[in-house]
């Protein structure tokens, strides 16, 4: 079945430094995929998204390409602030589901030091 | 506009109760969706209300959860009784058209449920 992996965290990184969290998906045809964020005590947001190969998806300085030929949409900041200190989820939703049910991996916390 | 709210945010209960969590849908979405997150690990699909529909409940752990969505505006979900590994972080999320390619979820903050 349609799977999503990240790199495994805790993630801890000094202020400014450049952020990449691995995400790489298992699905059937071309899912949409997403990033969800989830700042201590508040609910999920959505970060960025990107429906179609070669598409990138931008917000708040952060990006992500999806990469069709690699299966994956990892995510990337160049310059991280404490502020960014999250768990952050790649997910997909399958095209054939037309349901829009979502599928996440497990999730990144990252931590950002000043 | 109001976003997608939850209640209760926590819920502490011993196990063999009963607990009912609920979830206002933000205003004119259609599509609910519950989810769950269990001891830090991914969060995973419980079920998809289309109004007062159940459109997909493959999720569903077991009989002992059961969900509602009377009117088709707020949404309740049941565990009954409660086990130890029903802990976890209960998600609800809305949106408009589900059918829709990269149509975003709005999801709420969640209820903390810890089964002692």
């Known amino acids: 079945g349609d799977s999503v992996t990240q790199m495994e965290g805790p993630v801890t990184l000094s202020e400014e430094a450049f952020l990449t969290i691995n995400c790489t998906y298992t699905a059937t045809g071309y899912p949409s995929l997403f990033w969800y964020v989830q700042y201590p005590g508040e609910g999920l947001q959505l970060l960025l998204k990107a429906t179609k190969a070669d598409d990138k998806g931008s917000n708040k300085g952060f990006e992500a390409t999806y990469r069709k030929e690699t299966t994956s949409f990892h995510l990337e900041k160049g310059s991280v602030q404490v502020s960014d200190s999250a768990v952050y989820f790649c997910?997909?939703?399958?095209?054939?589901?037309?349901?829009?049910?979502?599928?996440f991996g497990q999730g990144t916390e990252l931590s950002v030091k000043p | 506009e109001a976003g997608v709210t939850q209640f209760p945010s926590h819920s502490v209960i011993e196990k063999g109760q009963t607990v009912t969590l609920r979830c206002d849908p933000i205003s004119g979405h259609d599509n609910l969706y519950w989810y769950r997150r269990v001891m830090g690990k991914e969060i995973k699909f419980l079920l998809h209300f289309v109004k007062e529909s159940k459109q997909d409940e493959s999720g569903m752990p077991n009989n002992r959860f059961l969900a509602e969505r009377t009117g088709g505006t707020y949404s309740t979900l049941k565990v009954q009784p409660a086990e130890l590994e029903d802990s976890g972080v209960y998600f609800c999320a809305s949106s408009q058209a589900a059918t829709k390619t990269g149509e975003t979820q709005y999801f709420g903050p969640g209820t903390r449920l810890l089964v002692l």
């Open positions: 997910a997909l939703r399958a095209t054939y589901n037309q349901g829009g049910k979502l599928i």
